[in-house]
């Protein structure tokens, strides 16, 4: 495998800002970029210490399969441009009908994820025909709030939960396909 793409969506998803397509082989040194940054070590639920073969896997064999169908998560690169390098990465988990995202530090600050939640969720919408899709983001984790709100999420408060085995507040979301559910709450402040 050279750069190409590997087992995924045929066709880009097309954001106002992002295209939502398949990981590729020449995705692998972003993926490890992005990982091994201190925000990713404390948010994600990737391994600690990230490792380049951590990245292959993901890449080369996670991600396709979620294609396959062999397990329920959908994974997207996001890019700015068709041609161009990994952004970040989307996910939609069919069975708790929940997002998760990470985006490259080089791509931080410019909108890209709020967009690229939006394009993902309204595939949910139109394609998949979720009443709703979840989101939820460790105490803290202020830049996954402030997507999550951007994208038009409706906040729904805290509840326990673990992070590598130890127990952690999480902030949870929903937006469903019609309407605001009767348990929203207004967001946190997010300064």
């Known amino acids: 495998m050279t750069g190409g793409s590997l087992a995924g969506p045929s066709l880009p998803v097309v954001g106002g800002k992002v295209l939502l397509t398949a990981l590729r082989e020449a995705d692998v040194d972003r993926v490890v970029e992005a990982c091994t940054t201190p925000e990713a070590e404390r948010w994600l639920e990737t391994p600690v210490p990230y490792r380049r073969a951590d990245a292959e896997s993901f890449v080369r064999e996670f991600a396709p399969a979620g294609w396959r169908g062999e397990h329920d998560e959908r994974v997207w690169a996001i890019r700015e441009s068709l041609g161009g ?11 708790s009908r929940e997002v998760g995202f990470w985006l490259h530090p080089a791509a931080q600050g410019r909108g890209l994820m709020a967009d690229a939640v939006r394009t993902a969720v309204g595939h949910a919408d139109g394609c998949l025909t979720w009443p709703e899709v979840r989101w939820a983001c460790y105490d803290g984790n202020v830049a996954s709030m402030r997507v999550a709100r951007a994208a038009g999420f409706h906040y729904l408060g805290t509840r326990e939960g ?12 929903v937006r469903p396909a019609h309407g605001e559910p009767a348990d ?3 967001w946190p402040d997010l300064g």
């Open 85 to 95: 390098p990994l952004a970040g990465v989307i996910g939609l988990r069919e069975g």
């Open 162 to 173: 673990l992070h590598r085995g130890v127990p952690e507040l999480q902030h949870h979301a």
């Open 184 to 186: 929203a709450l207004p």
